[in-house]
């Protein structure tokens, strides 16, 4: 060993000559190398989804459209995006998943005159319908629809199930063009119920008690839980409410949480937390078990019945209306709301991306349909019902749901459910504790003044 | 004509002195000017998404701005916000509660653990060994903290989480609790899960120091008699001092945690993990009008408190350089 190697090996000098080693040539080569490789890397980066490779034809228009992750992958929408592409000889869609903070972006776009895209989807109306109009962000689209030439152009409104249009109407306006619907129903696991000697969803609170408690009896050294619900409102307190009144909602524009139908869903509730026969509160932990199939029964949003069929098969689970309270006794269907695309106000090609939603979700294409409604959500035209649905085993859960969304009281248009979601959960958490002695009154009256006292802040209405 | 230029001639050197001087001067206090033409576009960038954000926030935190409101963005209300955020808004003592037992909490726990495992990872004398610690220690910090939460979150499910199966199973705990549906233990669980998230970084700081601390004190004090707690008191801590000032400044923001509830519990049970940070997520991007002007105060606030918590620490910890 030399005495230079000798030297390299002793800590701290060793070291030091390792750094003498790297001289400034190294860095430049390193910063060229970078510097070359960047541009390599970007070009071997895959388009974006749906994006064309070429520019567009002279004559055509370049659409901009973004839309969520699950949007693009659901129902195959950049597939249908280039097929319009080579259809169409008016526009070109550019589709982009939406980008991180993208509302900011868009309306601070559209304030300063230089917006980039066309529209998005999706909209979820109830959340966001009243939001999205009232800060400018978009716009109604009949006028669009009027004089659109597309095949469909001409039925398309008038096909929705009336209650959906109404769900995608503000003041008087529509302001999109839904894909499908989601509602808030019943799902279980077929095993469970055929365990009990049951071949249809019980259809009651009645029954549904009576089948919890089979299911927790024959079930028992399986650890399967009978019931559980998805903690939101919508998913648990006011779907019961609608199951029990015809007048789910009070004048001011919010759930009637003190009223009987609502005493009457709390009190059910809390009997079946108080048996045992639901998850700690009612919901915790309820996704785990239900994508185990260790949960029987779930009131959740009619997707989730799909989730379980594509994990353990299609016959292993189905999904049904909520049970209502009282068979013959007054109801009000079910929540639901619409999966929107819209246009953004200040769109540069707003004509052409209302005509590619008509020519994409309008009666005429039988090949999207059938896509939406494999991927596990429900359509929205009638006539796809009588066409597609109708004589579908495996989807005939959804023309009962049709039935029940087109006969469901709608949500109150505002900005008031996610208010009201933060300010009654909380309650309803505390009154699902097990041996709780709070009132149902007492917790309800005090969710209604907190929400009242919110409502008060709001300049929207 | 004459007369003009011989005053022309005399004036000459004089003006060339005082450009000459006025140039020195130029150079002793402005230095050269190209070093202010080279770092133009890194300042340039960095007034615009460092700088402007910051007074933007600023501002915003003494209006009403609204996001559905169109016009709103600089409808100032002067202490509005602040006077109802006091006296008329309950939630925001709930969520300040919550804030500051979540900090009492996981501050001293993150501290001492930290500490802990970095005198352990540096009495460690095999290198690679060392290495190899420094690195499981330091890889929670890595993970993105969605990815960390969900981890956390299936563990602590009440009926297929490992610490209820290990409770049930080994221990033979009949009613194990449910971790993050119980109001008394979702924000202790909450806090575990972002003390693992977060203390490899303290570590790593705490090693930095424990490095750089002379052997030979401990070799002198050893020969003194000095006891392993004795060293520790009397050499290690008080030369650690200047990176303890810095990770308790630094550990000031744990009052604005946002995400670990955002992702575990969003709030519940029962308001019971509702911070500061999450309720001015909530009036800002989910509620009603989207008050962003009233969340901003809110935040503001919290800044506020890091800076007087920070400034406090630099005061009371203030130690001479080494």
Redesign the interface.
């Known amino acids: 060993m030399t005495s230079q190697q000798r030297l390299a090996r002793v800590p701290g000098i060793g070291v030091a000559s390792q750094y003498r080693r790297l001289t400034r040539r190294h860095a430049i080569a390193v910063g060229a190398l970078a510097t070359a490789a960047g541009p390599v890397l970007a070009a071997c980066d895959a388009p974006a989804a749906g994006r064309p490779a070429e520019a567009p034809a002279k004559g055509r228009v370049e659409v901009g459209l973004i839309a969520a992750r699950w949007v693009i992958d659901e129902w195959g929408l950049p597939q249908w995006v280039e097929q319009y592409n080579k259809e169409s000889p008016s526009a070109m869609i550019k589709l982009e998943q939406v980008p991180d903070g993208w509302q900011a972006k868009v309306l601070s776009m559209i304030r300063e005159g230089s917006l980039v895209w066309d529209g998005v989807g999706i909209m979820t109306p109830f959340i966001d319908k009243v939001q999205w109009v009232e800060s400018g962000m978009i716009q109604p689209i009949d006028q669009y629809v009027q004089v659109s030439t597309v095949d469909g152009a001409k039925t398309i409104l008038g096909d929705l199930v009336p209650t959906v249009k109404q769900d995608v109407t503000y003041k008087g306006q529509i302001y999109g063009i839904p894909y499908s619907v989601e509602a808030i129903g019943l799902m279980w696991y077929t095993e469970y119920l055929g365990g009990i000697g049951l071949r249809e969803p019980p259809g009651t609170w009645d029954a549904l008690l009576d089948a919890a408690k089979k299911i927790q009896i024959q079930f028992r050294s399986q650890e399967v839980v009978p019931f559980a619900w998805v903690p939101a409102i919508h998913t648990s307190l006011q779907a019961l409410i609608h199951a029990a009144t015809d007048k789910p909602y009070t004048s001011e524009g919010l759930l009637d949480i003190t009223g009987p139908a609502s005493m009457r869903a709390l009190r059910f509730m809390r009997s079946l937390v108080e048996e045992g026969l639901t998850p700690p509160h009612g919901s915790d932990g309820y996704l785990d078990l239900w994508q185990r199939s260790k949960l029987a029964l779930l009131l959740a949003q009619n997707s989730r019945g799909v989730w379980a069929q594509r994990i353990f098969g299609p016959d292993k689970a189905d999904t049904g209306p909520v049970p209502v309270a009282m068979r013959g006794g007054p109801q009000s269907g079910t929540p639901f709301w619409s999966n929107t695309f819209v246009v953004f106000n200040g769109a540069k090609h707003p004509q052409q991306l209302v005509d590619f939603y008509i020519w994409l979700l309008g009666p005429k294409n039988d090949k999207v349909q059938q896509a939406i409604i494999e991927s596990g959500k429900a359509p929205v035209l009638d006539s796809i019902y009588k066409s597609k649905i109708e004589n579908n085993q495996r989807f005939r859960w959804m023309a009962r749901f049709r039935d029940l969304i087109a006969a469901s009281v709608p949500y109150p248009e505002n900005t008031f459910w996610s208010i009201q979601n933060s300010k009654i959960m909380p309650w309803i958490n505390r009154l699902m504790e097990k041996g709780s002695t709070l009132s149902l009154e007492e917790a309800m009256n005090n969710a209604l003044q907190e929400i009242r006292e919110e409502v008060a802040k709001q300049k929207v209405r | 004509m004459e007369g003009t230029t011989v005053l022309t001639e005399q004036r000459e050197p004089i003006v060339r002195a005082f450009l000459r001087h006025a140039r020195a001067i130029r150079r002793e206090r402005w230095g050269n000017l190209w070093g202010y033409v080279f770092i133009a576009p890194a300042l340039l960038l960095y007034l615009t998404f460092n700088a402007w954000p910051v007074v933007r926030g600023l501002c915003m935190a003494f209006t009403d701005y609204?996001?559905?409101?169109?016009g709103s963005e600089w409808s100032f209300n002067g202490l509005q916000n602040y006077h109802e955020m006091f006296f008329r808004d309950r939630v925001f003592w709930h969520a300040f509660a919550v804030s500051l037992k979540y900090t009492m909490m996981t501050f001293p726990v993150q501290l001492v653990l930290s500490l802990l495992v970095a005198l352990m990872i540096s009495s460690i004398t095999r290198q690679g060994v060392a290495a190899f610690y420094r690195i499981i220690v330091y890889l929670p910090v890595v993970l993105p903290i969605s990815v960390a939460m969900l981890l956390w979150q299936?563990l602590y499910?009440?009926?297929?989480g490992y610490i209820n199966y290990l409770l049930k199973a080994v221990f033979h705990v009949s009613q194990p609790p449910?971790w993050?549906?119980?109001v008394r233990w979702a924000l202790p669980a909450i806090a575990t899960a972002g003390v693992w998230k977060s203390f490899g970084g303290d570590t790593l700081l705490f090693l930095i120091g424990l490095y750089g601390i002379n052997r030979e004190l401990y070799e002198a004090a050893a020969i003194d008699g000095a006891n392993a707690w004795q060293r520790f008191w009397n050499i290690t801590l008080p030369l650690l001092r200047p990176i303890l000032v810095l990770i308790i400044a630094l550990n000031a923001g744990i009052a604005s945690a946002t995400q670990e509830m955002l992702i575990l519990t969003n709030?519940?049970?029962?308001?019971a993990t509702l911070t500061l940070g999450l309720y001015g997520y909530?009036l800002a991007f989910?509620?009603?009008?989207?008050?962003l002007g009233y969340a901003a105060s809110i935040y503001l606030l919290l800044g506020v408190i890091h800076m007087v918590l920070a400034g406090l620490v630099f005061k009371f910890f203030r130690t001479e350089r080494y």
Do not use: A, C, T, V
């Not at chain 2, 709030?267 to 308001?271: D, F, H």
């Open positions: 609204r996001f559905l409101i169109r299936q499910h009440y009926q297929f449910n993050l549906g119980d709030g519940g049970p029962q308001n909530q989910q509620q009603g009008d989207l008050r």
